[in-house]
């Protein structure tokens, strides 16, 4: 018998039980669609994820105060407390030839009025250098302008939200603004940014650094924010960081360094684990649908013991019958995948159209995998039935009963 | 056939279905195997077709010892050389007449045009050829066993085997089948025919009477 003959066999044998037939292709194909529906999901978010920490900026290191100990041992016995960051620090480490720019950062919250208009804002205390490090856009006017980091300047750049609510449709542009008891002249307008890994741009008010820890009467920063110089300048401007900072510190390492590599390599890892671990709970679904398949290919050997036995008798030898009733199966699990594989595309495209900032493309492995799956359970499940139809006695499988 | 036993374990109990037949069935030859209920003759008739192996003794077709052939040698000689019709027809109810009868030559691996040839002629040679494209239930019993018929003969088998082939049938398409087999074997087919019909057995050149799995008269007209 030639394969396409075995082919054609099982494809009238899957057309003359339509409606047995049509179960499976459901439960088939709902497996499949489950697998490539949620990697699409899966992945989708980890592309929104790591595509929002990419726009953070470029070749990103951040500079905390405190050693973060992730990696055990005893805590620091003598000068438990961190010390702080100063904008000395940051100008010190803007030295190393690794580093292109340097932004110190001082954060706050306090009321920002203009005229008879108030509200509670996000105070940035930063420089010049942070509009290129942290990729802003100025809308109107320009960011807070360069010079020493130490020296305070009355000057405040407005968020867009900022802007609108207090200024409504005036120009805010060269207008007095009051934080807490000090007068700042607005300089700039940002354009609208948008929520980026919490942080509300939008919501937030940027004045010279110094500025800032005077309004707050602090001397110490939030954090520095540094651009290597380029993409390979990342780990040694890591290393420099630190050993400027340790010998600054007098030796003691009570400063973390994070780079934006890392953290977006951390977040890559753990949403591509997500995506598995979702991926292979839909699998499941496949498994079920294989356990189907035996059982309802189990009904059909004893249901067709007589065909079986009339195959037998017209030259069929046992292997010609095992090898019908898996190809019967197996094709069954191909068109199922490929149902499924339709349905799970279709439907992520039709999640895409309607929610065009999730992009449900899936991924080509978890089709392919998916597939895969499908034929590999659908045809291993079937071997058991096809064991069975293969080792019915002819004799009795004709007798009539 | 000789010294051939075939018994079934029935519970604890052995039940001797063929106790030592010894039968030679020349090419050609026109035979009724008749008998009581019970007494062997299905048995014998599925031996002789390879669907089933003897306990003891020896079984030579065409000159050939088969008793020892392996599962897939014992196929290719269904396939080849024998043609089997059943009582209860046997046909496959989702395939059309044609392809019923074409199912021995697919399992063979013969070529599709050629299929076609031989499934027209074997369905012109029982008379069904306007029913070629219809499914078993759109077809009369007389006219389902000579589908069986056809197919049993497409392969151009040298042995035809029939277990109460008119079992099933009222007279007048039960006469037509007989005189169908009995066409097949006037060209030289050896017809094997078990039956409780008197007068359908009595029609055969050669008669086996079968009692309790051993051969009790083998009469030749
Ligand atoms: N598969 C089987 N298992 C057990 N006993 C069987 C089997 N096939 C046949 N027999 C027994 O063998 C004997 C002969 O059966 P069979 O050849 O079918 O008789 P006949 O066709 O002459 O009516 C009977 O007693 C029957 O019960
Ligand atoms: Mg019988």
Redesign the pocket.
């Known amino acids: 018998m030639t394969a396409a003959d075995t082919l054609r066999f099982a494809f009238r044998a899957l057309t003359g039980f339509r409606v047995r037939t049509a179960l499976m292709l459901l439960a088939m194909s709902i497996g499949v669609a489950a697998v490539v529906l949620l990697t699409s999901l899966g992945e989708a978010a980890r592309t929104y994820v790591t595509g929002e920490f990419a726009a953070l900026g470029t070749n990103l290191l951040i500079v905390i105060p405190g050693r973060s100990e992730t990696t055990g041992g005893a805590p620091p016995v003598t000068g438990a407390t961190a010390r702080d960051l100063t904008i000395e620090d940051a100008v010190a480490l803007g030295r190393s030839p690794q580093v292109a720019l340097i932004a110190p950062l001082t954060v706050g919250e306090t009321a920002l009025s203009a005229g008879t208009r108030s509200r509670n804002a996000v105070v940035m205390g930063t420089t010049h250098e942070m509009e290129t490090v942290r990729h802003l856009t100025v809308e109107r006017g320009r960011f807070l302008p360069p010079g020493d980091p130490s020296r305070a300047s009355a000057v405040a750049v407005l968020g867009a939200t900022l802007a609108d609510e207090l200024f409504g449709a005036r120009d805010p542009l060269g207008a007095q603004v009051r934080l807490g008891d000090r007068r700042f002249r607005v300089v700039g307008v940002l354009a609208r940014q948008g929520q980026s890994l919490g942080t509300n741009m939008d919501e937030a008010v940027f004045i010279p650094v110094a500025s800032a820890q005077a309004l707050f009467n602090t001397p110490s920063l939030f954090r520095i924010l540094v651009q290597a110089a380029d993409r390979d300048a990342v780990a040694p401007a890591e290393r420099d960081l630190l050993r400027i900072l340790r010998e600054r510190h007098e030796g003691e390492e009570d400063v973390t360094v994070i780079t934006q590599g890392s953290v977006l390599g951390a977040f890559d890892r753990i949403l591509r684990a997500l995506t598995y671990a979702v991926a292979g709970i839909a699998a499941i679904s496949l498994f079920v649908a294989g356990i189907l398949v035996m059982n309802v290919m189990l009904v059909a050997v004893s249901q067709r013991t007589a065909e079986i036995g009339l195959l037998r008798a017209l030259g069929a030898s046992s292997g010609r019958v095992r090898a019908l009733f898996l190809t019967e199966a197996a094709l069954l699990s191909l068109l199922g995948a490929v149902l499924g594989v339709a349905i799970g595309v279709g439907g992520g495209l039709a999640v895409s159209a309607m929610v065009p900032a999730l992009d449900l493309t899936p991924p080509a492995w978890a089709v392919a995998a998916a597939v895969g799956i499908a034929l590999t359970t659908g045809t291993l499940f079937a071997l058991l039935p096809a064991r069975r139809a293969a080792a019915l006695d002819p004799?009795?499988a004709l007798a009539p009963r | 056939m000789r010294g051939v036993v075939r018994t079934?374990q029935?519970g604890d109990q052995t039940?001797r279905?063929l106790d030592g037949v010894d039968l030679d069935i020349e090419a050609g030859e026109y035979v009724s195997i008749m008998?009581p209920?019970?007494?062997?003759?299905?048995?014998m008739l599925n031996l002789i077709g390879l669907l089933d192996r003897p306990t003891d003794g020896l079984y030579a077709l065409a000159g050939q010892d088969v008793t020892a052939l392996d599962d897939d040698q014992r196929a290719r000689v269904r396939g080849e050389r024998i043609g089997f019709i059943f009582q209860a027809f046997h046909l496959v109810p989702r395939l059309t007449a044609a392809e019923n009868v074409e199912l021995p030559l697919t399992l063979a691996g013969i070529a599709p045009a050629e299929r076609r040839r031989r499934v027209a002629r074997a369905l012109e040679a029982v008379g069904l050829t306007d029913r070629a494209h219809h499914v078993p239930a759109q077809l009369s019993g007389g006219q389902r066993q000579r589908v069986a018929i056809a197919r049993a003969t497409v392969t151009e088998p040298a042995v035809l085997l029939a277990d109460e082939p008119t079992g099933n049938l009222d007279r007048a398409s039960g006469h037509d089948v007989v005189r169908v087999l009995e066409d097949l074997n006037a060209r030289g087919i050896t017809l094997i025919v078990?039956t409780h019909d008197a007068e359908m057995g009595g029609r055969a050149r050669r008669r086996i009477r079968?009692v309790d799995g051993r051969i009790a008269e083998d009469a030749r007209a």
């Open positions: 004799v009795e | 079934f029935v039940v279905a008998g209920s019970g007494s062997g003759k299905s048995t078990v079968m």
